[in-house]
């Protein structure tokens, strides 16, 4: 009909087809109000407080794949649909608002301490650090997961969040998205149990398939992460592993990770007492050396002992004075001191491999170079930091002419 001439749209009836048209459209009228209100007595026979099972016969549930082994690993719906625990620490109490949907902080050391941001314009800065705060205690990890899966050792770990680092840097996502898939990798592991190996690859990738649409602009297609795993698992795949880890986090996808306590931690540092806090005012080049370190950290199962904030802390200390750190987090020096000790080897080997790059993207903006995820050599520098630790446990004893001799 579009391609028809204006004219034959303009073409008039006979004489006596007009009733006829009349009639026809009267009986088509009348059909359209018998459907709608049979389409009304439906919906209103299944109402909030009935039962509908119609629909509930022709709902279409997601089966999970039998590559993923889900009544083996326990992937399945229900079981990944449980609520995720809360971290249980002593003097502190996490209030559910359920009416304003809010997680109230009730914390005798949170509140005692003074907000260490300064101050902004219209918003309490102490609003904004009670609510980091929050996010810290109700995100919970640990490396415990280990215990679930006896299959999964620590260094398979590390070569996943290594792989998962080379694809953030080739499809030049932000430090911050690499971040939110470790944390989802972490969280996620804690609410499963006896997960094969082989899947190991298909949880990361789609944790970082989700992270990319949480934090990036153009976050890469679906097709792009699968295309990564060089076949190994597919789209459709990657959808049904989506839909399990998020009903087992819960939603909850917006932690405070170790980078952002990081780049808040050295922007309170470098910032002038006239300056925006959410400009960045910080040397590059220096923050490119501690997000190295805290890359090698975060890759060791070891740092999962530690907070967030603390080891963004720890990794701060290692370049700056520790008093200054403790003003700026507002931790004590009890809660810094084992964090930096134990990071104390992989600092020191970090300096024996040179310092990191900063590098130029075509894409990316030079003002924006530094929070994109670079890649290196993180799997021979933790293998240095292991043997250096197994070292420390057994420490070579001293030659008979260094030893001195006892006064009793």
Known sequence: MRNMPHSAHLMAPAPNTNITLSRRNTTKAAKTMTRRSGRLQKRSENSPGQKCKAKQCNRKKVQPLSKLQCEKNQLVHEDASRPCAL?????????????????????????????????????????????MVVKEQNYRHSKSFMLKHPRIQPRMRSILLDWLIEVSEAYTLHRQTFYLAQDYFDRFMLTQNNIEKGMLQLIGITC???????????????????????????????????????????????????????KLYFQMTSMNSDSDLLESQFPQDAYVQMTRLLDVCILNINSLDFQYRVLAASVLCHFIQQETVEKLSGLSKEDIQPCVNWMAPSAELGSRFGRAELRDFPTIKSEDRHNIQMHTDYMTMLEAVSQKEANSQFPTPPNSTEKTLCPY
């Not at 009730?106 to 309490?124: I, N, V, W």
């Not at 970082?208 to 153009?218: G, N, S, Y």
């Not at 297609?221 to 076949?231: E, F, N, P």
Request: proline share 7%.
């Open 87 to 131: 971290i249980e620490t002593p003097e502190k109490a996490l209030r559910d608002d359920f009416e304003s949907g809010y997680i109230v902080l009730t914390s005798r050391e949170s509140l005692l301490q003074p907000s260490p941001l300064p101050h902004f314009g219209r918003e309490s800065s102490e609003d904004v650090w009670v609510k």
């Open 208 to 262: 970082l398939f989700i992270a990319a649409k949480m934090e990036e602009a153009c976050p890469p297609k679906l097709s792009q992460m699968a295309y990564v795993t060089a076949g190994t698992y597919y789209e459709h795949e990657i959808l049904q592993m989506e839909l399990i880890i998020l009903k087992a986090l819960c939603w909850n996808l917006c932690p405070e990770t170790a980078v952002s306590w990081l």
